[in-house]
């Protein structure tokens, strides 16, 4: 069955947030989505998984720990999740607070696994981010990048 992982780390709840508007996207698209707290991931779930989609909190300008042990760990993985569909997404406390590079830090993660990234021309070019809680448009990017992800999955097949 074709499906969407996607994992984040979230300490306020933000981040979590977002994880959920994302796959509200996902199901928009007739995609299975499986929500997971990075705790409660395993890198086994990455192999079933036609598109991964990682959030994190933004912490001195990247991943959280968290998503970054998990990341690290799935070296155990490279060249196996090469051609599946990635995407990034990440809260901050404040303007300026690295959500962007954040975001670039997973993506380049993902990269490095041969996974298909697409970028966006429109809002958050990476991914979403939000300061705090998701806005009104903050939301509406983390629904998009559930569809565009499920649409993209769905063409790679």
Partial sequence: MTHVL????SQSGNTEKMARLIAEGVKEENISVELKNVKDASIND??????VIIGSPTYFGTMAAEIKSFLDESVKYFGKLKGKVGA????SALVGGGNETTVLSILQALLIHGMIIQGETE???????AIGAPDTRGSE??????????????KVG
């Fill in 6 to 9: 996607i994992v984040y780390h």
């Fill in 123 to 129: 809002g958050g070019h990476y991914g979403p981010v």
């Fill in 88 to 91: 990034a997404f990440s809260s």
């Fill in 46 to 51: 990455l192999l079933n998984a036609q598109g």
């Fill in 141 to 154: 990017e983390c629904r998009q990048l559930g569809r565009k992800v499920a649409r993209l999955v769905k």
